[in-house]
């Protein structure tokens, strides 16, 4: 969903071509059909156990083999996928504020506040991904794998921590800044019309008949 989202912003972002849109698309169907393949085999050498600790029940799980390094791919693929989408968000960013330079206008007017929401939102998201990503592949070294330390616990809680972040608060995040900006910009407008609908009534002259 997350991956859709980006795509629709930077399908936006370069004006709806169609050529940016299939490139996307290609990309995106890649990595996402990669990883659900290495997601789909690794789940086939998970190994579930059944723990008892001071005479609770308990679930848990192992990975038999590699199986930690087609995740840590998983991760990957998908980090390489948000690099992308984050080149191409700053370079056409930069584009248009150099653009709007060349022209003679304002990086505060409409355009350059728009991409200016797009890029913070952006970026923000970019970084709680990053920090995920270094996460899960810092669980490639054995000794993290099934270590059951108060470090390996931390790193773990952070992982888990991050992802929610980045799944639950900056991912919508991408849709409601652009929405916020959009309501904020519609309610200047009506502001600034409602000004002149007054401003051009106080300029308007009443004739005065002789019985007045």
């Known amino acids: 969903m997350l991956g859709v989202i980006m795509v629709t912003r930077l399908h936006a972002m370069y004006q709806r071509s169609r050529i940016m849109l299939i490139f996307l698309v290609i990309i995106f169907l890649a990595v996402n059909i990669a990883c659900g393949v290495f997601k789909a085999i690794g789940l086939r050498y998970n190994v579930a156990e059944e723990v008892i600790l001071s005479g609770t029940y308990m679930c848990n799980y192992n990975y ?60 923000l998201y970019f ?19 099934n270590s059951e330390s108060i470090g390996a616990l931390i790193l773990y809680g952070a992982l888990e921590f991050f992802l929610s972040v980045q799944m639950f608060v900056l991912g919508p995040r991408l849709i409601l800044s ?32 002789s019985t007045m």
Request: with cysteine; net charge negative; aromatic share 10%.
């Open 64 to 123: 038999e083999g590699d199986v930690q390094l087609l995740f840590s791919l998983f991760w990957i693929f998908n980090t390489v996928w948000e690099a992308l989408a984050l080149c191409l968000s700053v370079w056409i960013a930069v584009k248009h504020f150099r653009d709007l330079r060349r022209h003679g206008q304002s990086t505060g007017s409409t355009v350059g506040d728009c991409f200016r929401v797009l890029m913070t939102s952006h970026l």
């Open 127 to 145: 970084a709680s991904f990053a920090a995920v990503s270094c996460l899960q592949l810092s669980f490639l070294s054995p000794d993290l794998v």
């Open 178 to 209: 652009v929405r916020e900006y959009h309501a904020n910009l519609v309610a200047a407008s009506d502001a600034e019309n409602s000004m002149a609908s007054i401003v051009f009534q106080d300029r308007v002259h009443v004739p005065i008949t």
